[in-house]
């Protein structure tokens, strides 16, 4: 497929090969100096082939085209291979070429492409000198392509059984015919046979890639047949892919062929078309379906500027300025215009002129039009032209001044961020700035997020004593998740980790490590780092719009609105859903990232990754349950309070069993802790019960019982995180939560009646136990009444 130049990648490198080039020129002089001593013409080779290397890694293959040219010259210089007049010729082409080079790089970073402009001029005069035969032109022609010309809007290929069968038929007649018309012989029936199966080969291919190549290929073979396009080295490869193509569809249907580089095929095929002059049928359509014109060849052959002189040009251009802001400032402009006609000082306007034509000369006509209509209120206050009006002269002053320093500014900003840089420097700041701090905040909001999966996944991990090779691998892999960001540290834990890794694990040792381990972690409670995130990603979104960002704003509103829905549902962790939202994240930093660092870039398929992620986010938060919010507001509104599913039976017995288990663990604990409410070991553990019946009832579908345990789990998370006091109420309302617990189970083991209302008090209570920091606020309420809420509850929790 078609490679595109990595210019955010060439930026970081093009000082680099600045670098080497001047190294190269060095070494050539030194060389010209003295052409018996070697040793330079071997530092300018290596010198040159750092760049070479450099332009393959970009993907620059038609700037490669240029110093592949001076590596072959240099070593036949080095080898003693050309000589005479053709020595001094091919070195004055060196040298050429390396001042050509800085120019060519700045000229590929401002396209945006590797269009080979102003190169084949040096490369065939290299080759020349060293007697090969020049390269085509076409190798370095380059003209923007209109979006799908060519190619048949929503188009579907033939099925691939039919390709492969008429590919199979055409591949030895094609061939056939285009040696024929290379060798000169019956050109024009050879040619439009060719053309007969370029058409045939453009119908199966409708709608692709391949459809554009062979329609521009029955114009090459129209221009061959008429003798308007002879036939060179490049005609020879376009003829030869296509018959590479059509060995790949007789091998692989309707597939696009990965491995042929379409754009650089094209447009070679288009050089050809411009370039006849008459024009047949078939190469009338393709110059209208491409947009070419008589201009298009001219264009594609401009020489380049080198980027000293743009550079010295608009240089000059601010030093013209900076003495017009030094005349202005010795004038009372205000005074003059009010004064009208009086002979004045008119030095500012000689330098507005002249900082005009250095912008002019600099390609900066966006900027010499200003000038033109500060020039032009300046010359009028110095006239008198505003005396009769105050607030219109005024105004021009102002006008003039803003005039003058913004164009300043933005001379300034490029001569520091590039010569390419399309941002005003007052909009890129206020972009580079915005960024920044955007930065600092997603990375805030990245820690926040890591660090809750990781308490997470270790707790997870230690619910149970590892007691087999999966259950050990998921606690050193948590583990790990911590030991990895430093070296240094809880050696007793790594080396039973290690231990572990290697297949000899002391599980008793290890999982009591790991216990202590996690106790020891010294980190914010969940809850509070995803209120702290919450308010960044408000901080984020409010910038982002501020500095006119408003997709990138709402991706961020849209991951704010997923993170407070599944906080309040209990449902951050580490799921498909969390894989988005960090999906969505990854995909706007890099975005941000790129934005800055080459604000041409194209970063659109960036944002449309992130925003596709973020509306699977919503309608995954579609599917959450309301949590606390249930519990708030107006009881007399209707609740939106969940529903049980049937509990599928592959997972009733093990879930019945656990269950039990769980009950019968908590009536043993909870008196326990009752009796001492300091004992924080005691309530991690009813605390990791309540999380349990979170997870496993949300699983089976048992989401009443999910639910209870999701509030009870909350209010216990703040008690332990120091939030909330374990008063007597709240030792009360666990006891009447624990106590409705064996009903609740039994009910789903064999559909016992149970009182749902009375469950689902429950946990409104919870919630608002939490919410109101200790107060039971449930206390006096009336009974839940289910005819209000959005369902009618069962008789029998699990029917």
């Known amino acids: 497929m078609a490679s595109k130049t990595d210019i955010v990648a060439l930026k970081w490198v093009v000082g680099l090969m600045h670098k080497q080039a001047e190294n190269a020129e060095a070494a050539l002089v030194e060389y010209s100096n003295d052409s018996s001593q070697k040793r330079p013409l071997l530092q300018c080779m290596w010198s040159v082939h750092q760049i070479t290397s450099t332009l393959r890694a970009l993907g620059m293959r038609k700037g490669e085209l240029l110093t592949l040219e001076m590596e072959r010259s240099l070593n036949c210089l080095y080898k003693d291979q050309v000589v005479g007049e053709r020595r001094k010729l091919a070195m004055g082409g060196l040298m050429q070429a390396l001042k050509v080079l800085p ?14 402009q102003g190169l084949e001029q040096h490369v065939n005069d290299l080759r020349r000198w060293v007697g090969e035969r020049p390269r085509p032109r076409a190798f370095f022609f380059h003209m923007d392509i209109p979006e799908g010309a060519g190619i048949t809007a929503g188009g579907q290929p033939a099925p691939d059984d039919e390709v492969r069968s008429r590919a199979n038929v055409m591949l030895a007649l094609y061939l056939e015919m285009v040696k024929m018309a290379l ?8 040619m439009k046979t060719a053309a007969r199966v370029a058409r045939r080969m453009q119908n199966l291919f409708v709608g692709t890639l391949p459809e554009r190549y062979w329609m521009t290929l029955i114009g090459i073979c129209e221009g061959v047949a008429g003798g308007l396009i002879v036939p060179d080295e490049c005609i020879a490869q376009i003829f030869k892919s296509g018959a590479f193509l059509i060995k790949h569809a007789r091998e692989n249907g309707a597939a696009v062929d990965p491995s042929v580089d379409y754009d650089a095929l094209q447009q070679q095929m288009l050089f050809y078309i411009a370039s006849c002059k008459a024009r047949p049928l078939h190469i009338s359509r393709i ?67 002249a900082a005009k034509y250095r912008l002019e000369a600099a390609g900066q006509f966006a900027h010499a039009d200003s000038l033109n209509a500060v020039q032009g209120r300046l010359e009028r206050v110095y006239t008198g032209g505003y005396k009769e009006t105050p607030e219109q002269l005024n105004q021009a002053i102002n006008d003039i001044i803003r005039g003058i320093v913004d164009v300043k500014l933005d001379i300034e ?49 230690l619910a149970r004593k590892p007691n087999d090779l999966e259950s050990t691998i998921r606690l050193t892999v948590a583990l790990n998740r911590y030991l990895n960001k430093s070296d240094q540290g809880h050696e007793a834990l790594r080396k039973a980790v290690r231990d572990a890794d290697a297949g000899d694990p002391d599980l008793d040792l290890l999982f009591d490590l790991a216990k202590d381990f996690l106790n020891e972690q010294e980190t914010i409670a969940d809850r509070k780092a995803i209120d702290l995130s919450l308010g960044l990603l408000s901080e984020i979104s409010g910038a982002l719009g501020f500095a006119g960002m408003e997709r990138e704003a709402k991706i961020i509103d849209r991951c704010h609105a997923w993170l407070e829905a599944a906080s309040k549902a209990g449902e951050v962790r580490e799921d498909d859903a969390f894989r988005c939202f960090a999906e969505a994240f990854a ?38 349950s309301a949590g606390s919010d249930v519990a708030q507001g107006n009881w007399s509104e209707p609740r939106n309070y969940v529903e049980d599913a049937e509990v599928p039976a ?13 009950v019968a663990e908590i009536f043993r604990l909870t008196p326990e802790w009752a009796a001492n409410t300091g004992d924080q070991e005691t309530l991690r553990e009813i605390r990791r019960h309540f999380h349990t019946f979170k997870g496993n009832g949300r699983a089976v579908g048992a989401n009443i019982l999910g639910e209870l345990g999701w509030a009870a789990q909350d209010m216990l998370d703040r008690v ?11 030792v009360k309302l666990v006891e009447d939560v624990v106590q409705a617990l064996p009903g609740l189970i039994a009910s789903y083991k064999d559909g016992t009646e149970f009182d749902v209302q009375r469950v689902r008090e429950l946990t409104d209570r919870c919630f608002r136990m939490a919410e109101g920091a200790g107060e039971d606020l449930a206390e006096g309420m009336p009974q839940i009444d289910d005819a209000s809420s959005s369902g009618a509850a069962p008789s029998k929790i699990g029917q």
């Open 103 to 116: 120019a060519y790089l700045a000229h590929a970073q401002n396209a945006r492409a590797d269009t080979g």
């Open 720 to 730: 332990l995180d120091g939030d909330l006091e374990a008063s007597d109420t709240l």
């Open 287 to 353: 110059r209208e379906v491409f947009a070419i014109s008589e201009d298009t060849l001219e264009e594609a052959n401009r020489g380049l500027i080198h980027t000293d002189a743009l550079v010295t040009a608009l240089s000059a251009a601010l030093e013209q300025l900076n003495s017009v802001v030094e005349t202005l400032n010795s004038q009372d402009l205000a005074q003059i215009g009010r004064s009208g006609g009086a002979e004045v000082n008119r030095k500012a306007l000689d330098g507005i002129e």
């Open 413 to 461: 900003h490029k001569l520091e961020h590039g010569l390419s840089s399309s941002f005003s420097s007052r909009d890129f700041e206020l972009r580079e700035s915005v960024v920044s701090a955007t930065f600092n905040h997603m990375g805030l909001v990245e820690n926040y997020m890591h660090q809750i999966l990781r308490r997470k996944s270790l707790a997870s991990a």
């Open 587 to 624: 995909q706007l930093e890099l975005h941000l990232q790129r934005s800055i660092i080459d604000p041409l870039d194209d970063t659109s398929h960036m944002l449309a990754i992130a925003e596709q992620r973020v509306t699977e986010l919503e309608e995954r938060a579609e599917g959450l």
């Open 650 to 662: 592959e997972f009733r017995e093990v879930f019945f069993e656990e269950s039990e288990e769980i």
């Open 183 to 190: 060798r000169r012989k019956n050109v024009g029936e050879s």
